[in-house]
């Protein structure tokens, strides 16, 4: 379940996603799988092809992205999600998470 993000927020990442745009989506998230993680960055792109590219390209395994019919994403997570976000600019995301 996305936590802290608007409906305004999560609609914008969908259109950029299906436009075929790398898009990020930052917002707090709980699985008991990963009890010290409490955000993911969702990396989303209809265009599996860049998004693949995209992954390889930050040292990411494609293997994992999810394919979700019309919002294929790939889920960043610790250190990496940080040192991504870092990379992509994006410190609004890291401000507003406290990562």
């Known amino acids: 379940m996305a936590l ?3 409906r305004q927020e999560l ?4 259109a950029a996603v299906s436009r075929g745009e790398i898009a990020f989506l930052t917002h707090y998230w709980l699985d008991n799988r990963f009890p010290n993680i ?7 792109c209809s265009d599996l092809d860049r998004l693949s ?3 390889w390209d930050n040292g ?3 293997t994992y992205i999810h394919h ?3 919002y294929p994403h790939f ?3 610790g250190s990496k999600q940080l040192e991504i976000l870092q990379r992509e600019g994006l410190l ?5 998470f406290r990562l």
Do not use: A, F, M, Y
């Not at 409490?38 to 989303?44: A, E, I, S």
């Open 4 to 6: 802290g993000i608007t």
């Open 11 to 14: 609609n914008q990442w969908k």
């Open 38 to 44: 409490r955000t993911v960055t969702k990396v989303g």
């Open 53 to 55: 590219g995209w992954c």
């Open 60 to 62: 990411l395994n494609p």
């Open 68 to 70: 979700r019919q019309d």
């Open 75 to 77: 889920d960043l997570l």
């Open 92 to 96: 609004s995301h890291i401000e507003r």
